[in-house]
T-cell receptor, first 110, second 115 residues
Framework: SQQGEEDPQALSIQEGENATMNCSYK?????LQWYRQNSGRGLVHLIL?????REKHSGRLRVTLDTSKKSSSLLITASRAADTASYFC??????????FGTGTSLTVIP | EPEVTQTPSHQVTQMGQEVILRCVPI?????FYWYRQILGQKVEFLVS????????KSEIFDDQFSVERPDGSNFTLKIRSTKLEDSAMYFC?????????????FGNGTRLTVT
């Protein structure tokens, strides 16, 4: 399966701290994407990193990709209570299906 | 900003009944998807649709499921004879390009409860 798997399953931090989530996958990819899901809502795209990129930034988000280890990490800096959500990685290839992992549930305590 | 809309937000049905979940993708998007998420579990791919036909489907998407784009704006998922285990959130998504290149835009889902 090409499915991404996030680690840890749950993470609880204080507001202002950084949060790091990891994703591992099993096969070759064209890109890896991170999504956020607030409880009971749809997924929202955060950032896309292509297989030939190693690092990408968007605001307080920093994503790294290591294709040799088949892993990615999402760093949220200076976390806020509003960052509380589940975060999913997803891998895309030349086909037209997109596999999501099981997600990391992030709780930011004010 | 354009968004994907799904109706209804909550559907309750009895086991064995047919349900149709409706989605209006973003207007200039070409690829359409259905995913489902059983409460607290992972987001599972069901099917992708491009150029008026299914392009990929998962093992979950068996003969009881079908998709249709009946007009230029709607994209529907039909479950012919619902089972208890079909209870889940169903998400529609669309993208401008294929998953190799483009992010997916999701609707807020339809919560299907089968009793």
């Amino acid at each position: 399966s090409q499915q991404g798997e996030e680690d840890p399953q749950a993470l609880s931090i204080q507001e202002g701290e950084n949060a790091t989530m990891n994703c591992s996958y099993k096969t070759s990819i064209n890109n890896l994407q991170w999504y956020r899901q607030n409880s009971g809502r749809g997924l929202v795209h955060l950032i896309l990193i292509r297989s030939n990129e190693r690092e990408k930034h968007s605001g307080r988000l920093r994503v790294t990709l290591d294709t040799s280890k088949k892993s990615s990490s999402l760093l949220i800096t200076a976390s806020r209570a509003a960052d509380t959500a589940s975060y999913f990685c997803a891998t895309g290839n030349t086909g037209n299906q997109f596999y999501f992992g099981t997600g990391t549930s992030l709780t930011v305590i004010p | 900003e354009p968004e994907v809309t799904q109706t209804p937000s909550h559907q309750v049905t009895q086991m064995g009944q047919e349900v149709i979940l409706r989605c209006v993708p973003i207007s200039n998007h070409l690829y359409f998807y259905w995913y489902r998420q059983i409460l607290g579990q992972k987001v599972e791919f069901l099917v992708s649709f491009y150029n008026n036909e299914i392009s990929e489907k998962s093992e979950i998407f068996d003969d009881q499921f079908s998709v249709e784009r009946p007009d230029g704006s709607n994209f529907t998922l039909k479950i012919r004879s619902t089972k208890l285990e079909d209870s889940a959130m169903y998400f529609c998504a669309s993208s401008q390009g294929s998953t190799g290149n483009s992010p997916l835009h999701f609707g807020n889902g339809t919560r299907l409860t089968v009793t």
